[in-house]
T-cell receptor, first 117, second 112 residues
Framework: GAVVSQHPSRVICKSGTSVKIECRSL??????MFWYRQFPKQSLMLMAT?????????EQGVEKDKFLINHASLTLSTLTVTSAHPEDSSFYIC?????????????FGAGSRLTVL | AQSVTQLGSHVSVSEGALVLLRCNYS??????LFWYVQYPNQGLQLLLK??????LVKGINGFEAEFKKSETSFHLTKPSAHMSDAAEYFCAVTHEGGKLIFGQGTELSVKP
């Protein structure tokens, strides 16, 4: 079945540094990838939608300069948290929409837990 | 716009008892509905989905859900709970080419 790999699974960084999280579709091409953020005991909040080769579409209230999204190929999207601060600590989850049959079923990565000291 | 409401942030059942997790949706277009499960510090796993066709859908691990348009509901059930079912469950809605919108989640606890 469709598999999405997310890396790193855990990252700890100092305040002010930037962190990059990768999301790869391993056995299918993803026309669209989505990035979600999840706070403890809460639901997933959509941050942005990225389409291969075009700029990401950010949800209201999400700072595009803080959360840089690149979708350079049909199998890779990256989220870079720039100048991270403790309030950016969260669980970030990506998902991918395949092209063709099954396009309405997203496959999720295992998530990346970011802790900013 | 689409939205999802999950009734009950926490549900507790005894092992072997019926599991019922409630989900109601709002959508101005034909919805696609999903149930996902999340174990601690992990991503989401698809349990089942409704897109078109049969309104009673069966998923993995013995779960099933029924799409009831008249009630705008998509409740998740399992006849007999197992300890391994303890997790967070999310109902989600989308439409053709749309974004996936999640409900608030329901934490299921299973007592021995």
């Amino acid at each position: 079945g469709a598999v999405v790999s997310q890396h790193p699974s855990r990252v700890i960084c100092k305040s002010g540094t930037s962190v990059k999280i990768e999301c790869r579709s391993l056995d299918f091409q993803a026309t669209t990838m989505f990035w979600y953020r999840q706070f403890p005991k809460q639901s997933l909040m959509l941050m942005a939608t990225s389409n291969e080769g075009s700029k990401a579409t950010y949800e209201q209230g999400v700072e595009k300069d803080k959360f840089l999204i690149n979708h350079a190929s049909l199998t890779l999207s990256t989220l870079t948290v720039t100048s991270a601060h403790p309030e950016d600590s969260s669980f970030y989850i990506c998902s991918a929409r395949p092209r063709g049959p099954g396009a309405n079923v997203l496959t999720f990565g295992a998530g990346s837990r970011l802790t900013v000291l | 716009a689409q939205s999802v409401t999950q009734l009950g942030s926490h549900v507790s059942v005894s092992e072997g008892a019926l599991v019922l997790l409630r989900c109601n949706y709002s959508s101005s277009v034909p919805p696609y509905l999903f149930w996902y499960v999340q174990y601690p510090n992990q991503g989401l796993q698809l349990l089942l989905k409704y897109t078109t066709g049969a309104t009673l859908v069966k998923g993995i691990n013995g779960f099933e859900a029924e799409f009831k348009k008249s009630e705008t509901s998509f409740h998740l059930t399992k006849p007999s709970a197992h300890m391994s079912d303890a997790a967070e469950y999310f109902c989600a809605v989308t439409h053709e080419g749309g974004k996936l919108i999640f409900g608030q989640g329901t934490e299921l606890s299973v007592k021995p």
